[in-house]
């Protein structure tokens, strides 16, 4: 099913020039979930809200020294 996406997030697209199922994922990885909200002007809790309504799945990795993924 394709999630009706609301005035902000064609916003955040339009702003952005890519698809908010690109998007997320790429500024999240990059900057972190704070750091994306502020760079696409939303709040923290829209970024997951978001990811949530797009399917967007956010896991947290903790590697030691040496260690890649």
Known sequence: MVMRKTRDMRRVEALH??????LLPRLINEWG???AATRMGISKSLVGYW???LG???RTV???PGQRI
């Not at 020039?17 to 690109?22: R, S, V, Y």
């Open 17 to 22: 020039d890519e698809k908010l199922e690109t």
């Open 33 to 35: 979930s704070t750091d």
């Open 51 to 53: 990811c949530m309504k």
């Open 56 to 58: 967007i799945v956010k």
């Open 62 to 64: 903790a590697l030691a």
